[in-house]
Structures are given as C-alpha cells and as structure tokens.
C-alpha cells in the first residue's frame, strides 16, 4: 500500500460543560486527505479547497504533525498529501484537529500501523499548537478514537475513550469569525469555588449520563456556568438559538468549541431537524449568513474511504 | 411494624476530587438506631453511647430531621428513638448524616414507606444544616442509597447513584479534632481556572473508572490540587500515609470529608490489610492515638436489622 485516502470528522469540543476535557466526533461536516508514501524525504502538500492554506509542511498543521510522526520513524520516507477541507477554519469545528489527525492517521496506516492511538494524538498536537499556539487534545482525541472522548490529563496524556448513546446532532455555523485566542482571552484566569463545584457536578452527571445511557441526565447535565456566560456574548444569537432549541425538543447543547459554531443534541432524527429549522429562521431573519448540519455522533473517528 | 432498627454506615464524602459531589458508603463503622412509632406527637430521644450529644429533638440532628419529616407527613404521629452511634463525631465519617439518614430511613418504614429516597435527603439535610451550618448531601446521599452517588446539583437536588467495582476500603481515623467550619474556612473562595480544569480532569475520570470498572483509571483519578494541598496540613501525617499507603498497594486515597480520617481504596483485601499496618506504624511513631478500619463498600445503604 502506497497510498490512502481517510475521510476526518469534524469535532466539537467541550460539550458545554467539560472545558478542555471533553470532545465528541460527529459525521458531517468531514474533511479527506490523500496521502502517498515517497521513498525520499520530504513532504509536498497540496490543498483542493479554496480556503488558502499554507502548503509549506513547516507552516501547515497537518505537516508538522508529519514532521514529529517522522522524527520518530526515523527512516528516510517522505509524503505527498492532498487536502481537501469542507471543515471551515475557524468554524469551532476542530478544522485544524481534523487536518493534523486525518494526516497522522493516514501515515500510520501507511507504515504498516506501529504507533498507538495515543501517540498519533502527541504528533497531530504539534498541528494544534501551530494552529493557536497551544498544544491542546480536546479536537484531535475524539477525531482519531470517535465517539466522546475525555482527556483526564494532558500531561502525562491520559485518554478515556467513553460511550455514548446514539444521538442526533444539529449544527449551525453563523458566518462571522470568532479566533480561538480571543475567545481564550476573555475568560478569567481566577473563578469562584462555588461555580467550579457547579461545573464538576455537571461534568460528572454528562459522563455518567453518557455512560449509562440516560438521555435524560445528558441533557441537565448540558449546562456551563463559567465559559458559555463569557464567550457567547461573541456569537450573535447564541440565547435565543439556545431557548428556542430546548423548546423544539432539543436534549441541549451549546458552543461547539471556542464558536461560533453551536451545536444540540437530541434523542430523536425529527427533533433534530426540527431544530435546523429553527436555526436556519433565527439566523435567516437575522441577516447572518449560516450553514447547518443535521447528523450522528461520529463512532470511529478518521476512516479509510475505499475508491 | 411499630419498632424498627436500622444499621446505618460511615461515609466518606468528596472522594479526594469530587469535593462536595461525590460519597462512598462503607460497611464500617456503622451506627445503629431504634425507631418506634407513637400515637402522639413529639419525638423522645436516647442516646446510648457516651457522645454526650443533645437529646432535645430540636437541638439532635435525627430529630430535626424527624421534625421535617413529619411537617409534611401531617398526621399526629411521634416517635421514640434511641441511637447507638459507633462513628464518632468529627470523625470525617459522616457521623451527623448517619443519625440524620438513618432517622428519616427508620421513620419511613415505620410510615409504609410513603416517601422517595430524594425525599429522604431532603428531611435529613436539616440535620447536616443543624451540624455544620450548611445544608450539604454528600454523605447523607450514599448513606440512604449505597454505594457511590453523585449529587449533581444540590439546588434543585439532583442525584445520580454510581455503580463501584468490589473494593476494599482502610480508614485511618487520628483522634485529633478538626472542625468541619474550620475545614472549610480556610480553603480559597477563589481558584485557578486551570486548577479547576485538572480537578475536573480527574472528576470525570474517577466517574468514569466507577463506571467502567477500570481500577487503574479509578487510581490515576484519586488526585486533588485544589482542597487537599489546603486542608491536609490539618491532619499530622497526611502526605506520609498517603505515600506509604500507595507503596504499599492503594490505588489512591485521601481525606475522607474534611477529615481528620484518611481513607485508601484496594482491590486486594490483602493490599488493604498491609495499608492498614503501615498507619497503624505511623501513627504508633507519631504517638497520635488512632482507630483503623478495613471495610468494604456498602451496597445499600441503611439496612434494617433483624433481631
């Protein structure tokens, strides 16, 4: 095997209440890389999407993620790899994750699968790094094992892959920007004791809630009383999309990442789609121009696509 | 039935990470109380240890409770109670929520078991209220269903029994007096985000671990930045015990409560045993009187006894 083509989910990282542990793949939106294994080192990459991303490995997230997988291979290889996002960047949808990890996985199955899970995690975090300037795993974790997953601890690495019950997700993603780094620097550094023992209970109820397959304790559980309150004053809309969701049926949700992408959760495909509906008037009456997702909790993250 | 006695167990609240969510029931020490019902109102109490605690029910932490059950059972019923505790107050054992459960548990089953189990923690937190000032549920909540319970949000109550994989369980209870209004006095109403973010790292892995009966992830879990760095330098001996206790097999452990107790999870009753010599060593050394105990979870909670 020479070369390989893996189709990457898109991710959405915190799952409201679990800041910085928690991540969860989902089927639509996803992105595709070719990658062909050279035998002299080096690594082209072209891009077949219109998003104008740097193609020198050194300046591109999936190529340095190649570059630490590399540095510990150690033979003299190299790579061809054509990316093709529809995993908007700055989406709030893990698009720099999918890229990093979709590359690592694809090399590893290229070279004959003999580095873990968790070590592909440590390589696709330097994409990450390049990406927003910290080396965090809540995107790239559920993008290479699926389902949900929890980071216990980033350093040491201690991954907790968890089930999940099947359900539907709804994803609008607002046309405005919102950058990581901002979006990090608005919240406090200091927080009250009090709203941290709120945000652990609730933490604690989603992973139970996830694990013993009660729906009901999921969507309590869906609440954030320290980061949403903060950085939903980016994204226009936020509160009422949120109300009008949980209404229409929605088990409940919130910002996918650091936004402006929102995301909700529901036990049924019509409530799902009914909460598309309610999204689209939202930002349709708005002015705001927007794209929604209808889809399913991503099982196995990265997955070969057969030609 | 007009007479009832229950056997009610010891707790350990917070589990090390979980501080003010999470508690353990365990099969010792356990206290005992004889519940009779009258034909008229008022609530006798007796006490026959040598506690030297209230015996006026307004002023007793099971007769509060009584006192809340009653409001809402409304007919003119009494009680008789005489209460034979084991698990010394200040103990860091739950010793208040044990007379407070396991009052409410009597005086349901004397009543045809007409209230839920939520309705139970409910009338017992006022004698935790009565006890510490704060209307808490960590240990009355495992106290009245067994095992490990989640106690997701208090306002409105919110609680989520965990499963537990067989452990065994040393507690280590140095007769030194710490104040449960102390213990929380001097911990630090403002925190670290980043702090929390660990904390609540190792909150879901320990839930998850319960969960999954992953006694690894179970072990790594057991790890507190935030409450025991503050409220072990109350407690001589702490970071010796724990790291003898961890060398010698533990899978991780900590203050139970707001101590002075120390607790120590094993998988082996072996493992657990071994803990056990080596605080009783410690504690001989140190010249500090202390009481050891090797247990169990408890399943159920407050059990009726037969006679």
Chains 1, 2 share one sequence.
């Not at 968890?162 to 990581?180: G, N, Y």
């Not at 620097?185 to 109820?205: F, S």
């Not at 729906?215 to 999309?241: A, K, M």
Request: proline share 5%.
């Amino acid at each position: 095997m020479e070369s390989i083509k893996v189709r990457i989910p898109a991710t959405v990282a915190n799952m409201v209440c679990g800041f910085d542990i928690l991540g969860m793949a989902v089927e639509n939106p996803y992105d595709e890389i070719e990658l062909r294994l050279t035998d002299k080192s080096g690594i082209t990459i072209k891009h077949t999407d219109d998003y104008n991303l740097p193609t020198e490995a050194e300046k591109n997230v999936a190529g340095v993620s190649l570059i630490a997988l590399l540095e510990e291979y150690s033979k003299p290889v190299g790579f061809e790899m054509t990316i093709t996002k529809n995993i908007k960047p700055g989406s709030g949808l893990g698009s720099s994750a999918a890229s990093a990890a979709g590359a690592v996985v694809a090399a590893n199955l290229l070279l004959g699968n003999i580095f873990s899970k968790e070590d592909l995690v440590r390589f696709a975090m330097n994409g990450e790094r390049l990406a927003s300037g910290v080396k965090h795993a809540d995107n790239i974790t559920p993008c290479i094992f699926g389902s949900v997953t929890l980071i216990r601890s980033i350093f040491p690495l201690d991954i907790v892959p968890l089930s999940a019950p099947p359900m539907f997700v709804t994803i609008v993603h607002p046309q405005i920007e919102v950058k990581t780094s901002d979006a990090r620097q608005i919240l406090r550094k200091e927080i009250q004791l009090k709203d941290a023992i709120q945000q652990w209970g609730n933490i604690a109820g989603l992973v139970s809630g996830l694990l013993k397959n009660d729906y009901e304790l999921i969507g309590r559980s869906l609440e954030d009383v320290l980061i949403e309150p903060v950085r939903s004053i980016l994204i226009p809309g936020f509160d009422e999309v949120k109300k009008r969701s949980k209404e229409a049926g929605a088990l409940g949700g919130g910002i996918s990442g650091s936004g402006p992408s929102i995301f909700m959760l529901s036990k049924e495909a019509a409530t799902a789609k009914a909460i598309e509906q309610v999204m689209s008037e939202l930002y349709g009456k708005m002015g705001i121009e927007y794209k929604t997702y209808v889809t399913s909790i991503s099982r196995n993250g990265v997955c070969v696509v057969n030609n």
